[in-house]
């Protein structure tokens, strides 16, 4: 049986992951919450344990899965471009900025505040990723309700999420990429982005209207 490990994102805990944890688990997945510190551990630390919970579970496992929300998705993706020797397995990234967030930029420029709150992945959402060039399958699934934090920050260009644009998690070199309807926060709770995680995490694509 193959295993996935959710990431939650910034300023969230696991227990945010619990809707998704428990369908995940009804198609069939053991599924495995991995809790850290946001803004207050480094990235290097938070990778380390991650990847080191990966090789745990690869032991007894054909494959482990990553699956993260937001900055999540930019972790899932740094751990997998920097430690080739991770098991086999795909990434599905939920609303996440890969290829930088526009709001962080903003928020950060609002001063010394603002950077603190984006902590020490304040660079990895800023700017993201400019190709994704990893061995691992990554597909997004991303929001395009706009009602959100980053609403209040300025005006989002194209669709959004309220947080993050539709075309912000469009980065060259993924597999596939879905759009359902729904906000930032509500992709955690979504039954059609559960769906189309699970397509994604069994074919290596999602369900696409028509197809």
């Known amino acids: ?14 227990f945010a992951l619990l809707m998704l944890h428990r369908r995940l688990m009804e198609a069939g997945f053991r599924v495995h919450r991995f809790d850290y510190m946001s803004v207050a551990q480094t990235q290097q630390r938070i990778l380390g344990s991650l990847e080191e919970r990966v090789q745990e579970l690869a032991q007894n496992a054909p494959a482990v899965h990553l ?3 937001s900055l999540g998705g930019l972790l899932a993706l740094q751990a997998c471009a920097s430690d080739a020797s991770l098991p086999r397995g795909r990434v599905v990234c939920l609303g996440s900025p890969l290829k930088g967030s526009a709001a962080a930029r903003r928020f950060a420029g609002k001063g010394r505040g603002g950077e ?7 660079e990895l959402i800023e700017h993201g990723f400019d190709r994704w060039n ?36 469009r980065l060259p070199g993924i597999a596939d990429h879905c759009v359902v309807e729904t906000n930032h926060t509500g992709l955690l709770f979504s039954q ?3 769906r189309q995680v699970t397509e994604f995490l069994h074919q290596g694509h999602f369900q696409h209207a028509g197809a």
């Open 116 to 122: 603190v709150l984006l902590g020490h992945n304040r």
């Open 67 to 69: 699956v993260g929300h």
């Open 192 to 194: 059609e982005a559960a």
């Open 134 to 169: 990893g061995s691992r399958q990554v597909g997004v699934v991303a929001g395009r309700l706009p009602l959100g934090l980053g609403s209040v920050l300025g005006q989002f260009e194209g669709d959004n999420d309220g947080c993050v644009t539709v075309e912000e998690t």
């Open 1 to 14: 049986m193959d295993h996935v490990i959710l990431l939650h994102g910034l300023w969230m805990r696991g």
